[in-house]
């Protein structure tokens, strides 16, 4: 069993690419997790606002996300490349933009496995300008999952135990510890994920992974949010406003660490966001942008750790782009992102020098949490060319089992 950290994406979108909104197209969906039959959504912006020609092309993968050397015949029904033809100019905006849509499948493209995809957007010079991951599953078995306080006194108030069962009534599975690979994510970041898991019980026609240590997480703190859909007026999250020569300037105001702190319920959306504005009936194309403005109060010891405002709003990555500096005049950690209008979650974690990464550093980490986790059943027969992603588990820590 193992818990291995690893960015969401290995590569950095375009600096003029923002606003990238991929996920399932169902309500209150936010990931980008399908069974065949559904479609995926994938919206952005580009602020050059030039109209430019985009393209996708879809690769499959492995359960690591390396290329599973398939030709694309054997995965793909049509085109696994092709132009995105749906974008339209932002409207009455400050910022300029061109917003582009495509979904998938489509009448061009249509999938005929299941397993992990990656799909890349190019320009016309050939030149990726973003990549986002995408799971495409048969849901061949079903996944019963539970959350529980975990079992070690060392760390039962600040961890979480995930623990489920693969029913499989319907679907052979001839060598389950060998063919059968689970992964658990965590409010879908791969960061965290856990995978390397091992059937502990059989019963009839179940696998049981009933693990205490093994399954174990962080729970973590709930997300911290902002509002911009009234991007001209403070709130209860936003200290002030001004519009400067391009743009507005969202001023957060400072938060505090809460390492210390009791837990606190704060309802949140587990790291996601979605684009939203008050003044305009079309939000992808009415809404507008502002610098928005991070600032940190820590007085813990963050010598050797880089400190990032982290969340789905930048897919999870960790870069120069989110990553905030420490102002000696203010004694803040400060950082300033480009943002559309929304409703966002964010987190701050933290990364040391050896690569570790940490949500708990700065916001502490309570078992009370409220968390989403998601089990992936990946499936490899002896044999096979491929991975199959076979079924999806999902169970959310409001129902915490002792």
Do not use: M
């Given at each position: 069993m193992s818990q291995f950290s690893f960015s969401q994406s290995n590569f950095d979108d375009a600096d003029y690419?923002?606003?990238?909104?991929?996920?399932?197209?169902?309500?209150?969906?936010?990931?980008?997790?399908?069974?065949?039959?559904?479609?995926?959504?994938?919206?952005?912006?580009?602020?050059?606002?030039?109209?430019?020609?985009?393209?996708?092309?879809?690769?499959?993968?492995?359960?690591?996300?390396t290329s599973s050397n398939l030709s694309t015949i054997e995965f793909i029904n049509?085109?696994?490349?092709?132009?995105?033809?749906?974008?339209?100019?932002?409207?009455?905006?400050?910022?300029?933009?061109?917003?582009?849509?495509?979904?998938?499948?489509?009448?061009?493209?249509?999938?005929?496995?299941?397993?992990?995809?990656?799909?890349?957007?190019?320009?016309?010079?050939?030149?990726?300008?973003?990549?986002?991951?995408?799971?495409?599953?048969?849901?061949?078995?079903?996944?019963?999952?539970?959350?529980?306080?975990?079992?070690?006194?060392?760390?039962?108030?600040?961890?979480?135990?995930?623990?489920?069962?693969?029913?499989?009534?319907?679907?052979?599975?001839?060598?389950p510890s060998q063919e059968v690979i689970p992964?658990?994510?965590?409010?879908?970041?791969?960061?965290?994920?856990?995978?390397?898991?091992?059937?502990?019980?059989y019963r009839g026609n179940q696998l049981m992974y009933q693990y205490d240590k093994e399954t174990t997480f962080w729970a973590g703190n709930e997300f911290w949010k902002f509002d911009t859909k009234e991007i001209r007026s403070g709130n209860i999250d936003i200290a002030t406003v001004e519009l400067g020569t391009d743009t507005y300037n969202t001023y957060l105001y400072t938060v505090e660490e809460r390492i210390d702190q009791p837990y606190t319920l704060f309802p949140d959306i587990n790291g996601n966001f979605f684009i939203r504005s008050l003044t305009g009936e079309l939000n992808n194309i009415e809404a507008d942008y502002s610098w928005v403005h991070f600032s940190l109060e820590s007085l813990e010891d963050l010598r050797g750790k880089d400190v990032f405002v982290s969340g789905n709003f930048n897919n999870w990555a960790l870069n120069n782009s989110n990553k905030l500096q420490y102002n000696k005049d203010t004694g803040l950690y400060e950082a300033t992102i480009l943002l559309k209008q929304g409703f966002?979650?964010?987190?701050?974690?933290?990364?040391?020098?050896?690569?570790?990464?940490?949500?708990?550093?700065?916001?502490?980490?309570?078992?009370?949490?409220?968390?989403?986790?998601?089990?992936?059943?990946?499936?490899?027969?002896?044999g096979a060319r491929y991975t199959k992603v076979i079924g999806v588990g999902i169970a959310n820590s409001k129902i915490l089992l002792n």
């Open positions: 690419i923002k606003s990238v909104v991929f996920k399932a197209d169902i309500t209150n969906a936010y990931t980008p997790i399908i069974k065949f039959g559904e479609e995926l959504s994938l919206i952005f912006d580009d602020l050059n606002a030039d109209e430019r020609n985009y393209y996708y092309k879809i690769d499959h993968c492995n359960i690591d996300w049509g085109f696994p490349e092709d132009k995105i033809r749906e974008y339209q100019n932002s409207f009455n905006t400050y910022l300029p933009y061109t917003n582009y849509q495509l979904k998938i499948p489509n009448q061009n493209t249509k999938f005929k496995l299941s397993g992990n995809y990656i799909i890349s957007i190019f320009n016309d010079n050939d030149e990726v300008v973003l990549k986002r991951r995408f799971i495409i599953y048969e849901p061949n078995v079903t996944v019963a999952v539970t959350v529980h306080k975990s079992r070690d006194i060392s760390n039962i108030d600040t961890h979480q135990t995930v623990q489920f069962t693969i029913n499989n009534t319907n679907f052979r599975i001839n060598n992964v658990i994510l965590q409010n879908n970041n791969w960061q965290t994920a856990i995978t390397g898991l091992k059937p502990q019980f966002y979650n964010y987190q701050f974690v933290t990364i040391d020098q050896k690569g570790n990464f940490s949500n708990h550093d700065i916001d502490g980490s309570h078992y009370q949490t409220e968390n989403n986790y998601t089990v992936l059943v990946y499936f490899r027969p002896f």
